[in-house]
C-alpha cells in the first residue's frame, strides 16, 4: 500500500510537471494529450531531465539539485521563466514580519 501511495503521487507530480513544460496538455476527450513540442520550454525540460539523467548515472552527488539549478538558470538566462521578461521591483522585506519571526522561531532560546 506504501508503495502504491507513493507512485500515485510520484505520477501525479510528473504529470503537473510535464503539463507545465508544455509536453502534455488538457484534453477534454482523453483528459490528456501531447503538447506543442516546438516551444523552448519543452525541449529545456527534455534536455534538463537528460541532463540530471546523466549527472545520476555518473553518480555525481547531489544530480538532481544540480539538474534544477542548470534548468533554472537556463531557463531565466533564456526569458523563459515567467517574470523575467520585463524587470520587476523586488517586494520591500518588512522589518516587522522579520520581528515577529525572530521572536517566533527564538523565543526559547535565552540569552546570558
Do not use: Y
Amino acid at each position: 500500500m506504501k508503495l502504491g501511495i507513493a507512485a500515485g503521487i510520484g505520477f501525479f507530480l510528473a504529470l503537473v510537471a510535464l503539463e507545465n513544460a508544455g509536453i502534455v496538455a488538457a484534453d477534454p476527450a482523453t483528459l490528456v494529450t501531447l503538447g506543442d513540442l516546438g516551444k523552448p520550454q519543452a525541449w529545456l525540460a527534455v534536455v534538463g531531465f537528460l541532463f540530471i539523467g546523466g549527472l545520476a548515472l555518473h553518480k555525481v552527488p547531489g544530480a538532481i539539485i544540480l539538474g534544477v539549478l542548470a534548468v533554472t538558470l537556463a531557463a531565466v538566462g533564456f526569458g523563459l521563466e515567467p517574470g523575467t521578461a520585463s524587470p520587476r521591483r523586488r517586494p520591500r522585506w518588512r522589518p516587522s514580519f522579520s520581528k515577529w519571526m525572530s521572536r517566533a522561531c527564538f523565543s526559547s532560546v535565552r540569552s546570558r
